[in-house]
């Protein structure tokens, strides 16, 4: 550091500290490297201030505490004094007494770098996890070794150049374009603590190190060409960079060190750094004991809000009692402040014939409740024969009324929207709960075997928007893949099939051999592994009269243990509007599946939401089929949804469910039906415009299960355009379709 020299005592006295008589070699390597830079009073001020710390280091007892504070303050200490005992014999300027005092400083933070640095070097080079201090004393380490180099070169190749472009390469290769850029800034910069340098090499140096990540996907050469590029571009274009010839010679020397680098070691470093992995010892067991600690603390959570769920559950029992005799006994008192207060009959009318004039107000509110209001002409004789203020009573008793009416409609609102509430907080509980017990069976992503496959998608150019192994209990790794939508979409699936199963070493597949076109952005489905089965999907839908937007919805969902969850709802009417509501509906259920609620309560969440989703009218019919491709189950779920089909070598049964569409009664039922299913078994399904368009004669679901009986062997999207195609031919005349229509067709195939 210009007339500092603080790094050499540093590292003799950590070395000496940590690896014993081993640091004699330390010893004797900053003595020969003090000769080549020193002479003098300085020199000789340096061995004897270098011999002086390695001897006071090792006198120190072994078993001292605090030794990250003892080591470098002895360092500080002898320092300061050797090198003033030499200023002593002469008269120096008190700034050469302040530049000692500053490399003294320096040479005992340094100390307590180098004493967290020199082994954490060994675990850089075994792969093990290195902590945010253990890196920052690495950098440092590395800094002094570039700073170090000084002026030392062979013209026209200087050994700082050919470092600082190791350092580089290595960062882009390991961390790509940012921490190539970033690397290139730190070793741009830290010559300048040795001697001058222009600030353009800081830019410099940066830009090429971006440049190289760019190209980190090429693996090594991609790295060193960008590199080279990006070198030759600013000898070019930045003055005082450097002449090209000693460019290009620094650049080709450092690439040929970064290419011998063996592969192994560089992996170990990056894992190191990026904490690729956790090898230390004991890091498995600390990472059971904090993932226990984390499902014991979240099973808390889930008990939290499974005790807020049922104060809910009470309050809405509560607010449903409530309206009974006590809400009449108030409308009674009310009327006699409002109305008789004041009369001279208020005691005989209230108190002694208290029994007489109950039953008589709750007669004028039944005829309220009849005919909407009270005429004087509605009140008895009895209360006329003794009462002066018949219009006075009958207007009160009309508004009283009213007002009883809609405190009535919201305290029902009120009870219901607690029992949304309640549903929430048990399903959150649930799902909280769920979590818990994934942790506690160390169900989780295997981070580094996807970053791995990423690699290789993108080496071979396949189109992957996201990417996710999770380490299933069922069979094995699961895949979670999202593809940009495309009108190739099946054969991109089959061609990323292939290469997973070659990647994992074992077949993986799909759940459906082909998903239709649609109009989504993004395909997101799984990969299993040793799938038993599979669904050849078909999919035929048209719109009402000259509609261009269907009110149905339909969509597929991938689940995780090998399940297709397929879904059909049709909203209210037809249309954008009808469109809008369906696709909300499927959407939120898919949403709610994929966050861990189960089938009933992510049902009767949708029902709820969609509930409180507009005050207008509306609901969605919901149909859905889960089906099991490990062990060929399948579950039907109808919210109001019409019949679906199931066939079986010509044989074709009805799945059907009595119950309202989602979002017209606050609780639903949710009623699922199973079957077991065999290969070449199918499934379909249809909106009630199937129904209601076909212009022929007889039971409804009757010509369709006709109609399957004669083309059990078509494949399925044949099967779905034919029955789409009969729906508005029944009589042999095409009409307009009264109803949006849409046909699902599922078969079950063998992988």
């Given at each position: 550091?210009?007339?500092?020299?603080?790094?050499?005592v540093a590292f003799v006295a950590a070395s000496l500290w940590i690896y014993g008589r081993g640091g004699m070699a330390a010893l004797l390597g900053v003595l020969a490297g003090l000769?080549?830079?020193?002479?003098?009073?300085?020199?000789?001020?340096?061995?004897?201030?270098?011999?002086?710390?390695?001897?006071?280091?090792?006198?120190?007892?072994?078993?001292?505490?605090?030794?990250?504070?003892?080591?470098?303050?002895?360092?500080?200490?002898?320092?300061?004094?050797?090198?003033?005992?030499?200023?002593?014999?002469?008269?120096?300027?008190?700034?050469?007494?302040?530049?000692?005092?500053?490399?003294?400083?320096?040479?005992?933070?340094?100390?307590?770098?180098?004493?967290?640095?020199?082994?954490?070097?060994?675990?850089?080079?075994?792969?093990?996890?290195?902590?945010?201090?253990?890196?920052?004393?690495?950098?440092?380490?590395?800094?002094?070794?570039?700073?170090?180099?000084?002026?030392?070169?062979?013209?026209?190749?200087?050994?700082?150049?050919?470092?600082?472009?190791?350092?580089?390469?290595?960062?882009?290769?390991?961390?790509?374009?940012?921490?190539?850029?970033?690397?290139?800034?730190?070793?741009?910069?830290?010559?300048?603590?040795?001697?001058?340098?222009?600030?353009?090499?800081?830019?410099?140096?940066?830009?090429?190190?971006?440049?190289?990540?760019?190209?980190?996907?090429?693996?090594?050469?991609?790295?060193?060409?960008?590199?080279?590029?990006?070198?030759?571009?600013?000898?070019?274009?930045?003055?005082?960079?450097?002449?090209?010839?000693?460019?290009?010679?620094?650049?080709?020397?450092?690439?040929?060190?970064?290419?011998?680098?063996?592969?192994?070691?560089?992996?170990?470093?990056?894992?190191?750094?990026?904490?690729?992995?956790?090898?230390?010892?004991?890091?498995?067991?600390?990472?059971?004991?904090?993932?226990?600690?984390?499902?014991?603390?979240?099973?808390?959570?889930?008990?939290?809000?499974?005790?807020?769920?049922?104060?809910?559950?009470?309050?809405?029992?509560?607010?449903?009692?409530?309206?009974?005799?006590?809400?009449?006994?108030?409308?009674?008192?009310?009327?006699?402040?409002?109305?008789?207060t004041g009369c001279a009959l208020y005691r005989t009318c209230w108190e002694r014939d208290f029994y007489n004039t109950y039953q008589k107000m709750l007669d004028l509110f039944a005829?309220?409740?009849?005919?909407?209001?009270?005429?004087?002409?509605?009140?008895?004789?009895?209360?006329?024969?003794?009462?002066?203020?018949?219009?006075?009573?009958?207007?009160?008793?009309?508004?009283?009324?009213?007002?009883?009416?809609?405190?009535?409609?919201?305290?029902?609102?009120?009870?219901?929207?607690?029992?949304?509430?309640?549903?929430?907080?048990?399903?959150?509980?649930?799902?909280?709960?769920?979590?818990?017990?994934?942790?506690?069976?160390?169900?989780?992503?295997?981070?580094?075997?996807?970053?791995?496959?990423?690699?290789?998608?993108?080496?071979?150019?396949?189109?992957?928007?996201?990417?996710?192994?999770?380490?299933?209990?069922?069979?094995?790794?699961?895949?979670?893949?999202?593809?940009?939508?495309?009108?190739?979409?099946?054969?991109?699936?089959?061609?990323?099939?292939?290469?997973?199963?070659?990647?994992?070493?074992?077949?993986?597949?799909?759940?459906?051999?082909?998903?239709?076109?649609?109009?989504?952005?993004?395909?997101?489905?799984?990969?299993?592994?040793?799938?038993?089965?599979?669904?050849?999907?078909?999919?035929?839908?048209?719109?009402?009269?000259?509609?261009?937007?269907?009110?149905?919805?339909?969509?597929?969902?991938?689940?995780?243990?090998?399940?297709?969850?397929?879904?059909?709802?049709?909203?209210?009417?037809?249309?954008?509007?009808?469109?809008?509501?369906?696709?909300?509906?499927?959407?939120?259920?898919?949403?709610?599946?994929?966050?861990?609620?189960?089938?009933?309560?992510?049902?009767?969440?949708?029902?709820?939401?969609?509930?409180?989703?507009?005050?207008?009218?509306?609901?969605?019919t919901v149909d859905m089929v889960v089906v099991d491709l490990y062990s060929a189950r399948v579950e039907f779920v109808k919210i109001g949804a019409p019949p679906s089909f199931f066939?079986?070598?010509?044989?074709?049964?009805?799945?059907?469910?009595?119950?309202?569409?989602?979002?017209?009664?606050?609780?639903?039922?949710?009623?699922?039906?199973?079957?077991?299913?065999?290969?070449?078994?199918?499934?379909?399904?249809?909106?009630?415009?199937?129904?209601?368009?076909?212009?022929?004669?007889?039971?409804?679901?009757?010509?369709?299960?006709?109609?399957?009986?004669?083309?059990?062997?078509?494949?399925?999207?044949?099967?779905?355009?034919?029955?789409?195609?009969?729906?508005?031919?029944?009589?042999?005349?095409?009409?307009?379709?009264?109803?949006?229509?849409?046909?699902?067709?599922?078969?079950?195939?063998?992988?």
């Amino acid at each position: 550091m210009g007339e500092l020299l603080p790094f050499g005592v540093a590292f003799v006295a950590a070395s000496l500290w940590i690896y014993g008589r081993g640091g004699m070699a330390a010893l004797l390597g900053v003595l020969a490297g003090l000769i080549t830079v020193a002479s003098g009073v300085q020199l000789s001020s340096g061995v004897v201030a270098v011999v002086a710390v390695a001897l006071v280091v090792q006198a120190i007892p072994a078993g001292i505490k605090k030794q990250w504070l003892v080591v470098p303050g002895l360092v500080l200490a002898v320092l300061i004094v050797t090198k003033t005992g030499f200023l002593a014999f002469g008269d120096p300027p008190p700034y050469v007494y302040i530049s000692v005092i500053f490399e003294a400083v320096f040479a005992g933070a340094l100390t307590l770098v180098l004493l967290y640095g020199l082994p954490s070097l060994v675990k850089l080079n075994s792969g093990k996890t290195l902590g945010g201090e253990e890196i920052f004393c690495i950098v440092i380490i590395l800094v002094a070794i570039i700073a170090g180099a000084g002026q030392l070169e062979v013209d026209p190749v200087s050994l700082k150049g050919v470092l600082s472009r190791v350092v580089v390469l290595v960062a882009a290769l390991a961390g790509g374009p940012g921490l190539g850029a970033a690397a290139g800034a730190v070793v741009g910069i830290i010559p300048g603590l040795a001697y001058a340098v222009t600030p353009a090499v800081v830019g410099a140096y940066s830009f090429a190190g971006l440049l190289a990540g760019l190209f980190r996907n090429l693996g090594k050469p991609g790295v060193l060409v960008g590199f080279l590029l990006g070198n030759i571009i600013l000898s070019v274009y930045v003055a005082n960079y450097g002449d090209l010839a000693g460019v290009v010679a620094e650049t080709a020397l450092a690439g040929l060190l970064f290419l011998v680098l063996p592969a192994a070691v560089l992996n170990r470093w990056r894992k190191a750094v990026f904490n690729g992995e956790k090898t230390g010892p004991g890091s498995e067991n600390n990472e059971t004991v904090a993932r226990e600690a984390v499902a014991r603390r979240m099973r808390r959570w889930s008990g939290v809000f499974r005790q807020l769920a049922g104060t809910f559950q009470q309050a809405a029992g509560s607010v449903e009692r409530a309206g009974g005799k006590d809400s009449w006994q108030g409308l009674f008192n009310q009327i006699g402040d409002k109305v008789c207060t004041g009369c001279a009959l208020y005691r005989t009318c209230w108190e002694r014939d208290f029994y007489n004039t109950y039953q008589k107000m709750l007669d004028l509110f039944a005829v309220a409740e009849a005919h909407g209001r009270v005429t004087p002409d509605d009140i008895g004789d009895d209360i006329r024969r003794r009462c002066s203020r018949i219009k006075e009573l009958a207007i009160t008793v009309t508004c009283l009324y009213e007002l009883h009416k809609l405190n009535r409609y919201w305290s029902r609102r009120v009870s219901e929207s607690r029992g949304i509430v309640y549903e929430q907080l048990k399903g959150v509980s649930e799902i909280i709960n769920n979590l818990s017990r994934e942790l506690e069976q160390d169900r989780k992503y295997d981070d580094e075997k996807a970053f791995q496959l990423r690699q290789k998608f993108r080496e071979f150019g396949l189109p992957v928007a996201g990417l996710g192994i999770i380490n299933s209990d069922r069979e094995g790794a699961e895949i979670e893949i999202s593809l940009p939508a495309s009108p190739d979409i099946n054969a991109e699936i089959k061609q990323i099939a292939d290469f997973v199963s070659d990647f994992m070493g074992r077949p993986y597949a799909p759940a459906a051999t082909n998903y239709p076109w649609g109009d989504e952005d993004i395909y997101a489905f799984y990969l299993y592994p040793g799938l038993n089965y599979g669904l050849e999907l078909g999919l035929a839908r048209r719109a009402k009269g000259d509609n261009t937007v269907s009110g149905d919805s339909y969509s597929f969902l991938s689940l995780p243990g090998g399940k297709l969850a397929l879904f059909l709802s049709d909203g209210m009417g037809a249309g954008p509007g009808a469109a809008a509501e369906s696709s909300a509906a499927i959407s939120l259920l898919q949403y709610l599946l994929e966050s861990g609620f189960d089938r009933d309560l992510a049902l009767k969440t949708l029902n709820s939401l969609l509930m409180l989703n507009s005050p207008e009218d509306s609901f969605a019919t919901v149909d859905m089929v889960v089906v099991d491709l490990y062990s060929a189950r399948v579950e039907f779920v109808k919210i109001g949804a019409p019949p679906s089909f199931f066939v079986r070598e010509g044989r074709v049964g009805l799945i059907r469910a009595d119950s309202l569409p989602a979002g017209i009664i606050s609780d639903i039922e949710v009623f699922a039906v199973s079957r077991e299913m065999n290969p070449g078994d199918m499934l379909v399904m249809v909106t009630d415009g199937i129904f209601d368009t076909y212009p022929g004669g007889g039971d409804k679901e009757d010509w369709i299960s006709n109609v399957l009986q004669e083309v059990v062997s078509l494949p399925p999207q044949d099967v779905a355009d034919l029955i789409l195609r009969l729906a508005c031919t029944g009589t042999g005349q095409q009409v307009k379709p009264g109803d949006d229509m849409t046909v699902l067709v599922a078969r079950l195939a063998i992988n």
